[in-house]
């Protein structure tokens, strides 16, 4: 069996194509919406997709079975419990699946959500005993993805799942698996994961501290299971019932440029994809500094409306199409087109980019300083006086910074405190975002406290 991982560091997902070259069939594991990087992969390795298995219903990006059914004569095959509300083979427990001369076996892994499956495969012409474990979230690199993304009345019951599914089902499969698993780094459906993108299971056995805990106790898994997960992205709720429905396929008609009259809408979202020395100069009043890299998406999630329609200030076409391709990967279809970021002859906002040093003297004559960082982040140290609200829980919890005080906003390096800056002044505060981040801060010296 070949096998291909696709990555997507904008959201730490990893999906694959697994091939039978020589029945010229293959099979595709969690694909993303946008399909055509699977259908050319399988072009170049002379095969033809004939399934397209899903571990469980996705939090974080939408699924792309659905697009490789309408496009290909492709079988979903997806957990029973799923209940997909479109076509598909639903499996139970050890159903299997031929795939050329490729044997796909299901293993219920609930845990992360409750219908989660994994996927073991035998490549029969190797031996009967599967090599292969395609894990989803059941077992990652270093980690288990999360537990308590569909709320807190679920939380306890699915972290007793994932204590058996790693205990009993995952670790006591054989050593020489190799797992390939769905989330990686950059995912927020997992803490901190290790920076390989596949593993195997005995590695996992013996370096992996959630599956350590697993084999000792319950009480020592729940507590390191918990640790320091990052905040829960505003619009995951969303995505998981888009890919119960099914989506289409990404849309790649051109992206229109938008007069100024279009900017009349009062509900449309400005996103100015440039780096913050350039936004703070000077951007349109009430925009977004959503920087165009590959955490693009990820950060729109975590901080715009679920369905909002955007504009994506910019005067490169190919760079707004592509921003527009990220988007659609979580479900934000509503892109109306883009615009120059700062038109001429018209007045601009700014937010200054302010120096470690400046902002430690601003901070002692009466400024607020706003840690935009995670949880585990701040743990590690963080500026006198400073308060602690991560960057996608900002909107919610805006009410609790006043309204009297000046804010220097900061996280590791400048990038998202600075979309927090840009968000505190669409909401009318005075707001300066630190320039380089908290690393800047540490470079000058200037005093740390604590987590």
Do not use: K
């Not at 898994?221 to 918990?226: A, D, E, H, M, Q």
């Not at 890299?293 to 955007?310: K, L």
């Amino acid at each position: 069996m070949l096998v291909q991982q696709l990555f997507d560091a904008g959201l730490g997902h990893a999906s694959y194509l697994c091939a039978d070259p020589e029945a010229g069939v293959a099979f595709a594991v969690d694909p993303g919406r946008d399909v055509e990087p699977y259908l050319a992969a399988a072009d170049r390795l002379g095969v033809l997709i004939t399934h397209s298995f899903e571990t469980h219903l996705h939090n974080d990006y939408l699924s792309g079975s659905c697009a490789l059914a309408e496009l290909r004569p492709v079988t979903v095959v997806a957990p029973v419990d799923a209940e997909l509300r479109y076509p598909h083979r639903g499996m139970a427990d050890g159903d299997t699946v031929r795939v050329g001369e490729l044997e796909v076996r299901a293993v219920a892994t609930p845990g992360h959500t409750p219908e989660h499956m994994a996927w073991l495969v035998a490549d029969l012409r190797r031996a009967d005993e599967p090599q292969y474990l395609f894990s989803g979230g059941a077992l990652l690199v270093g980690h288990i993805a999360r537990v308590d993304l569909l709320g807190r009345e679920l939380e306890e019951r699915l972290t007793r799942d994932a204590f058996a599914t790693l205990r009993d089902r995952v670790l006591s499969l054989p050593d020489h698996l190799a797992v390939f698993p769905t989330h990686g780094g950059g995912s927020s459906c997992s803490g901190a994961v290790a920076g390989s993108r596949w593993t195997t299971l005995g590695f996992e056995r013996h370096h992996n501290h959630v599956a350590r805990a697993a084999m000792s106790d319950f009480d020592s898994f729940r507590r390191v299971i918990s640790h320091e997960l990052p905040a829960v992205p505003a619009y995951y709720p969303h995505v998981r019932e888009r890919n119960q429905r099914g989506t289409g396929a990404v849309a790649r008609a051109p992206l229109r440029q938008l007069a100024e009259a279009a900017l009349a809408d009062e509900q449309l979202v400005l996103l100015d994809p440039r780096p913050p020395h350039i936004f703070g100069l000077g951007h349109r009043a009430g925009a977004l500094n959503v920087v165009g890299n590959d955490g693009f998406a990820s950060r729109v999630g975590a901080t715009v409306r679920f369905g909002a329609p955007c504009a994506i200030l910019t005067e490169n076409a190919e760079q707004a199409e592509r921003l527009r391709d990220q988007l659609a990967e979580i479900g934000y279809d509503d892109v109306r087109g883009y615009i120059t970021p700062a038109p001429s002859g018209r007045a601009l906002a700014q937010i200054q980019q302010i120096e470690a040093r400046a902002a430690a003297e601003r901070a002692t004559a009466g400024d607020l300083m706003l840690d935009v960082r995670e949880a585990g982040e701040w743990a590690g140290g963080h500026a006198p006086g400073a308060i602690h609200i991560p960057y996608p829980d900002l909107s919610r919890r805006m009410g609790e910074i006043p309204r009297d005080r000046p804010i220097v906003a900061y996280c590791a390096s400048g990038v998202r405190s600075s979309l927090a800056a840009s968000l505190l002044a669409a909401d009318g505060r005075e707001a300066r975002n630190l320039r380089g981040g908290f690393a800047a801060w540490q470079r000058a010296g200037l005093d740390i406290v604590p987590g």
